[in-house]
């Protein structure tokens, strides 16, 4: 299974961007889809996830600014990002617990994009 992020940029404070993520392989089934991030110096962290009956979960300092959302035909979440702070500016990563034969439900991640947000 291959997690392909695309969507990564720079982009000045008040803009938006919208990152994709697509799973590849054998799948036989995807569970929880999500966006973390993780800022120089500082821990991976939770910005959204979205399971596969579309509930959605998001952190407080994203909350009203970001959009999670999923198309399960493609095997591909989405992160929405508008009213974009500097703080915002990170490496996401996404990551899906998929079902396969081999390994059952296991999480895979993706190889990250580059956010950067100017002031």
């Known amino acids: 299974v291959q997690l392909q992020a695309s969507g990564g940029g720079l982009v000045q404070a008040g803009g938006s961007l919208r990152l994709s993520c697509a799973a590849s392989?054998?799948?036989?089934?995807?569970?929880?889809m999500g966006w973390y991030r993780q800022a120089p110096g500082k821990e991976r962290e939770l910005v959204a996830t979205?399971?596969?009956?579309?509930?959605?979960n998001y952190a407080d300092s994203v909350k009203g600014r970001f959009t999670v959302s999923r198309d399960n035909a493609k095997n591909t979440v989405y992160l929405q990002m508008n009213s974009l702070k500097p703080e915002d500016t990170a490496v996401y990563y996404c990551?899906?617990?998929?079902?396969?034969?081999?390994?059952?439900?296991?999480?895979?991640w993706g190889q990250g994009t580059q956010v950067t947000v100017s002031s």
């Open positions: 979205i399971s596969g009956g579309g509930t959605t």
């Open positions: 990551k899906a617990v998929v079902l396969t034969s081999i390994r059952g439900a296991y999480g895979y």
């Open positions: 392989g054998s799948i036989l089934a995807i569970n929880d």
